[in-house]
């Protein structure tokens, strides 16, 4: 009878306390969501900005030679390229030793946003299909969001200038649109970064009184015919809003990988054109300043259009004339200085990033135009590659990689960066095993803290104001100490019953054995 009673109890004892303890847990999950908190499950994959402006992979700094593989899902989902295509594209490139590509995961022009609403799950099917493609050859995936300016606010029916209000219908298709893709791919492996748009710097402050220039052009697909007015315009502090906006919305899904503006370089002069923008009229319009920016207006327009949870400045730059006249083009008039050997260039952007606290992303690079196919081009990009490397800029991406070819430019291009990432590999500093092994799951609570409107700077404003506050991930952790009460209680008793329950226990064998 003994031997049969003593499992029993015991057995209802832990029982007690297990069913207890899972109370626990339900009780914390039930307490987060009455408080209005979302409790998530997620993984550090991916690259991260740390708070010096290292970019970390796998918590070890990361260097590496990436490019932009613009169709993979543009013309995937659009119909051009087919999925054979585009999945063996991702062998080719992980062959050359390149460790990760940038891509939008979206469309060009407004007709995608229709074709997204109207059916959001093909799209979100075939955005998966591309990462795992990318994934099974173990490339990784900086991923830009919102392409073009110009489409979505022509999809919601408004204006560009409106990316600067945050209770437009524009803000909020980004802000859905944004919410939609992060929370679906947060947890996928092959995402290493997030970027918010493409060149939208290069647009800004950009106006003209005929509203003939710098608007998108009659005939542009997916663009009503209308009247135009300064409203199609936006200027630097609307951008700022916008990109306010979206990367908080970014860093409240994703706590940890880098988030990346997108941006070409700075327009020479890019901080007087905002000081004009400002004195904009009624309607919206102003007279552009060309003035040549100094050094100190230079790193300051960079960090203005870097804000909030944007923690990687962006820039492009290609080194030929567009204009069909062979000729290399290495020098740069910006700063105040005219002629800049790009080398110092680079420099200065790197140099303004460590000012900021904030990582470097050379986002699109190598592009020589007439001079693609000169003999020395080889040598001259993996010249203009190591002035990347030496001015401290970790990542940068090849501008582009379209249809593969064994032969051609592109080939050569490829095989210099295969070099180039087989050298970080051997010096340690670009590790592709551990970001494709087993990661551990961090449980998160989310508020839903509202993100506050940016303010607009007024005229005599020289310094970015300071992000809003806004809701973040924060791991769970218990304190150090706290008071016993709910099941905490319970538990405790149940502690004390199976004591209580082995004391007697034992005293009832002793006295059997005696």
């Known amino acids: 009878m003994l031997k049969r009673i003593i499992p029993l109890v015991l057995s209802s004892v832990l029982l007690l306390g297990s069913v207890c303890s899972l109370g626990c847990l339900t009780t914390a999950a039930d307490e987060a969501a009455d408080s209005g908190e979302d409790v998530r499950t997620r993984y550090n994959y991916g690259l991260h900005v740390e708070s010096d402006g290292?970019?970390?992979?796998?918590?070890?700094?990361?260097?590496?030679?990436?490019?932009?593989?613009?169709?993979?899902?543009?013309?995937?989902?659009?119909?051009?390229?087919?999925?054979?295509?585009?999945?063996?594209?991702?062998?080719?490139?992980?062959?050359?030793?390149?460790?990760?590509?940038?891509?939008?995961?979206?469309?060009?022009?407004?007709?995608?946003?229709?074709?997204?609403?109207?059916?959001?799950?093909?799209?979100?099917?075939?955005?998966?299909?591309?990462?795992?493609?990318?994934?099974?050859?173990?490339?990784?995936?900086?991923?830009?969001?919102?392409?073009?300016?110009?489409?979505?606010?022509?999809?919601?029916?408004?204006?560009?200038?409106?990316?600067?209000?945050?209770?437009?219908?524009?803000?909020?298709?980004?802000?859905?649109?944004?919410?939609?893709?992060?929370?679906?791919?947060?947890?996928?492996?092959?995402?290493?970064?997030?970027?918010?748009?493409?060149?939208?710097?290069?647009?800004?402050?950009?106006?003209?009184?005929?509203?003939?220039?710098?608007?998108?052009?009659?005939?542009?697909?997916?663009?009503?015919?209308?009247?135009?007015?300064?409203?199609d315009y936006y200027t630097s502090d609307e951008m700022n809003i916008f990109f306010?906006?979206?990367?908080?919305?970014?860093?409240?899904?994703?706590?940890?990988?880098?988030?990346?503006?997108?941006?070409?370089?700075?327009?020479?002069?890019?901080?007087?054109?905002?000081?004009?923008?400002?004195?904009?009229?009624?309607?919206?319009?102003?007279?552009?300043?060309?003035?040549?920016?100094?050094?100190?207006q230079f790193q300051e327009i960079v960090g203005y259009l870097t804000p909030g949870d944007t923690d990687t400045v962006s820039f492009h730059l290609q080194f030929g004339t567009s204009s069909g006249e062979p000729a290399y083009v290495l020098t740069a008039d910006r700063a105040g200085k005219n002629g800049m050997p790009v080398a110092d260039y680079f420099k200065l952007y790197k140099e303004t990033a460590d000012s900021l606290g904030k990582g470097v992303f050379f986002g699109e690079f190598g592009d020589f135009f007439a001079m693609d196919n000169a003999p020395d081009m080889p040598e001259k990009f993996r010249e203009i590659a190591g002035w990347v490397t030496d001015a401290g800029i970790q990542i940068g991406a090849?501008?582009?990689?379209?249809?593969?070819?064994?032969?051609?430019?592109?080939?050569?291009?490829y095989d210099v960066l295969a070099d180039l990432n087989a050298s970080f590999r051997e010096q340690g500093l670009q590790d592709m095993e551990t970001p494709w092994g087993a990661h551990e799951a961090i449980t998160e609570v989310v508020t839903g803290a509202a993100t506050e409107p940016a303010e607009t700077p007024t005229e005599e404003a020289t310094e970015a104001p300071s992000a809003p506050e806004t809701g973040t991930a924060a791991p769970v952790t218990e304190p150090e100490t706290q008071p016993d009460k709910g099941c905490a209680s319970v538990v405790s008793a149940a502690a004390a019953v199976l004591l209580y329950v082995s004391a007697a226990l034992t005293l009832f064998v002793r006295k059997k054995h005696i």
């Open 244 to 296: 306010t906006e979206l990367s908080a919305t970014i860093r409240s899904i994703d706590g940890y990988r880098l988030i990346s503006s997108g941006n070409s370089e700075m327009r020479v002069s890019s901080w007087h054109m905002r000081k004009s923008s400002r004195r904009a009229n009624k309607k919206h319009v102003w007279n552009i300043d060309w003035t040549m920016d100094n050094k100190q």
């Open 54 to 231: 290292t970019i970390t992979l796998e918590g070890k700094p990361f260097w590496g030679f990436g490019l932009n593989y613009f169709g993979a899902f543009c013309h995937y989902e659009g119909g051009s390229l087919s999925y054979d295509d585009m999945k063996g594209a991702f062998p080719q490139i992980a062959a050359h030793n390149i460790p990760f590509v940038r891509l939008p995961l979206g469309g060009f022009y407004p007709d995608y946003y229709d074709r997204f609403y109207a059916d959001p799950e093909a799209a979100l099917a075939k955005m998966e299909q591309v990462l795992d493609a990318a994934a099974e050859s173990r490339v990784g995936v900086i991923v830009s969001l919102l392409w073009w300016d110009a489409s979505l606010p022509e999809y919601a029916g408004e204006q560009r200038a409106m990316m600067g209000d945050v209770n437009s219908e524009t803000m909020r298709i980004a802000k859905d649109y944004v919410t939609t893709v992060v929370s679906r791919f947060v947890n996928h492996p092959a995402v290493w970064g997030w970027e918010i748009g493409n060149e939208y710097n290069l647009n800004a402050d950009l106006c003209d009184s005929t509203f003939k220039n710098y608007v998108p052009g009659e005939g542009t697909p997916g663009f009503l015919p209308r009247e135009r007015n300064g409203y």
């Open 398 to 413: 090849l501008w582009q990689y379209q249809d593969f070819s064994d032969t051609g430019a592109g080939a050569l291009k």
